[in-house]
């Protein structure tokens, strides 16, 4: 399967468990990888035969920003849900939240989650 690959998207949205994290908001990094079949897409040159990486972008910034959810698993599979709703061509997803300012007491990179997530198993 081809793939289309979005890395490192930053957005300030209001994700966590605590009261500041919605509140306050903080910023998240994602990623996701698009699996579609993109043998159209190279033979015609026509964005309509692919899987509009900017549109699949814009999709995950709204969504992240417009939604609350407790846990950034929730949120991965929301955005997931979205761009299986969006983009019928979309056969399989993986999805990964960063979460750079995670609270825990400790410094770290970022506590992170990754799902996969095929169209038929959803």
Known sequence: ??????????????????????????????????????????????????????AACHLIDEYTRSHTHRLIERLAQGIVDALFDAFPALERVQVMVKKPWAPIGLPLDYAAVEIDRSRDDR
Not at 3 to 21: C, D, R, S, T
Not at 27 to 45: E, T
Request: proline letters at 0%; aromatic letters at 6%; charged letters at 20%.
């Open 1 to 54: 399967m081809d793939k289309i690959v979005i890395e490192n998207l930053q957005v300030h949205a209001n994700h966590g468990v605590f009261l500041e994290e919605n509140t306050l908001g903080q910023r998240f990094v994602i990623s996701a990888v698009l699996h579609a079949d993109l043998r159209a897409a190279g033979a015609s040159d026509a964005l309509d035969d692919s899987i509009d990486y900017g």
